[in-house]
């Protein structure tokens, strides 16, 4: 499949904002998406942006996508400690799978 | 139900044995997915169901796994005759339909499969 890469690890502390990045190769991805998964629990959608927007801003989350480059981040506004988490990029084409990026472990100190 | 169960939460097995992995997916969903995840890896995707039909089974690893679906509901995951490289969280989603525009994947919590 298509590659998603992401960094590995980001520490930042508590209060200030964290931004994870993200690229892709697929160009005909339609919408990408960011997932947070926390210990023993599932993956939890926690937003996702079309192909042809740039930006979309939901509370403490912002999501940029530049499409030229295929680049994605995600920016946690006043990060707190309920943050840390493994977050993943996905993207879906006009298929039906999800394709995820290894994932970025956040961890946050007080 | 309130959202996508799995079960059993955790397995542990020997090489060599069969095992069967459940997933129940949120009610009205016609659309459910299998995904693995190996330790420090990113989620690869196995087979989907539109119903009770798997369009797609190209995504599974070998001929040991297989997948069926009944009712439009609970899915299984069959692994026969386990190898530890089998050994991962594997993952069940479902969404409302399959198809090209936005549909979000609601995931379980997975089952954690360990073979010894």
């Known amino acids: 499949g298509e590659d998603v890469e992401q960094s590995l690890f980001l520490s930042v502390r508590e209060g200030d904002s964290s931004v994870i990045n993200c690229t892709y190769t697929d160009s005909s991805s339609t919408y990408l998406y960011w997932y947070k998964q926390e210990p023993g629990a599932g993956l939890q959608l926690l937003t996702y942006i079309f192909s042809n927007m740039d930006m979309k801003q939901d509370q403490r989350l912002t999501v940029l996508l530049n499409k030229k480059d295929k680049h994605l981040s995600l920016r946690i506004a006043d990060t707190q400690t309920g943050d840390s988490a493994i977050y993943f990029c996905?993207?879906?084409?006009?298929?039906?799978?999800?394709?995820f990026g290894k994932g970025t472990s956040l961890l946050v100190t007080p | 139900g309130a959202g996508v169960s799995q079960s059993p939460s955790n397995k542990v097995t020997e090489k060599g044995k069969d095992v069967e992995l459940r997933c129940d997916p949120i009610?009205?969903?016609?659309?459910l997915y299998w995904y693995r995840q190996r330790l420090g890896q990113g989620l690869e995707f196995l087979i989907y169901f539109q119903g009770n039909s798997a369009p797609d089974k190209s995504g599974l690893p070998s001929d040991r796994f297989s997948a069926e679906r009944t009712g439009e509901s609970v899915s299984t995951l069959t692994i026969q005759r386990t190898q530890q490289e089998d050994s991962a969280v594997y993952l069940c989603a479902s969404s409302l339909a399959v198809g090209r525009t936005y549909n979000e994947q609601f995931f379980g919590p997975g089952t954690r499969l360990t073979v010894l």
């Open positions: 996905a993207e879906k084409d006009s298929g039906y799978a999800l394709n």
């Open positions: 009610s009205g969903h016609t659309a």
